[in-house]
């Protein structure tokens, strides 16, 4: 005979299993926060890191080295996790770690070394946006970013913004994996006057064919059009027909161009470049 003293205990006993089984799935479901996710802000979305800060690119890092050293580290402080934790939408194979100078690492997004913003206090914030003209937020799906660094030829020499021999810093486009782009003197507004109608020279200058899609705050992107060429769809900016060239061998931040056949030929493109004729 069950007594009421024995229904009691025997309840008591499988709501403490009960209890405890919710409990264990509780600790067993916990899923750790993302070290990398997509944040939204003003100007709509952005890499972010540890408490949704927003991470960064610096247009000296084109090559895919880190170009931010001493102080600037300071201003800028470096994102690294070893063990990445990705949000949905974003893939893993986007991501790499590069050595720094001092032998520290670093993670970088499409080759793109990846930073913080010390007056960036909260989520959504993004006080470095465009800060020396050369700091912009960290996109995933940027078509144009901006390069600054030193122009080298094909021929080993070093140019300036004028395309003298010389050095000094220039700033010009690239794209999200920062490729250089470049224009053809020759060229006319709309209109690629390179390009045969059978493609067989695209590989000297292959065409900028990819759809447009983010471009840093300070360019505009109404500026950007499409042309049909042989066939491809070539972007254009300002109506100047946009190329690569194929002696830099798809390599980031490399300007060989610049002198090929001679200097001044095939310009580097960037947001102060003048309208096509």
């Known amino acids: 005979m069950i007594t009421f003293t024995h229904l009691s205990r025997v309840l008591v006993a499988v709501t ?3 209890a405890a089984v919710v409990a264990c799935n509780n600790g067993d479901t916990t899923t750790p926060q993302p070290d990398v996710a997509l944040g939204s802000t003003t ?8 408490n949704g800060r927003t991470l960064y690119f610096f247009s000296a890092d084109a090559d895919g080295n880190s170009a931010c ?8 402080p470096v994102f690294y996790k070893e063990n990445l934790r990705l949000s949905s939408g974003l893939d893993a194979a986007d991501f790499t770690t590069l050595t720094r100078p001092d032998g520290t690492k670093q993670t970088a997004y499409k080759g793109w070394p990846l930073y913080y913003y010390q007056s960036d206090t909260q989520a959504g914030d993004i006080k470095g946006e465009n800060v020396s003209g050369v700091w912009f937020v960290a996109k995933p799906d940027y078509s144009i970013m901006i390069a600054r660094g030193q ?11 004028t395309y003298q021999e010389g050095t000094g810093n220039t700033l010009y486009f690239v794209d999200g994996l920062g490729r250089t782009i470049y224009g053809f003197v020759n060229d006319k507004k709309n209109s690629n006057n390179f390009t045969k109608a059978d493609f067989t020279n695209n590989s000297v200058w292959p065409l900028v064919e990819d759809a ?9 992107k109404s500026l950007f059009g499409t042309i049909q060429v042989a066939g491809h769809n070539q972007l254009t900016f300002k109506g100047w027909p946009l190329y690569y060239f194929g002696q830099d061998n798809n390599q980031r931040g ?16 960037n947001k102060d470049t003048p309208e096509a004729p």
């Not at 100007?43 to 540890?50: A, D, I, K, Q, S």
């Not at 050293?69 to 800028?76: E, M, R």
């Not at 122009?151 to 300036?160: A, I, P, R, S």
């Open 69 to 76: 050293a001493g102080a600037c580290k300071d201003t800028w």
């Open 16 to 18: 403490l299993v009960a």
């Open 212 to 220: 447009l899609k983010q471009v840093p705050s300070t360019v505009d």
């Open 43 to 50: 100007l709509g979305n952005v890499l972010v890191g540890e």
């Open 254 to 269: 490399s300007t060989k161009g610049v002198s090929f056949p001679k200097p001044g030929v095939w310009p580097v493109v």
């Open 151 to 161: 122009l080298k030829g094909h021929d080993g020499k070093t140019y300036t913004s």
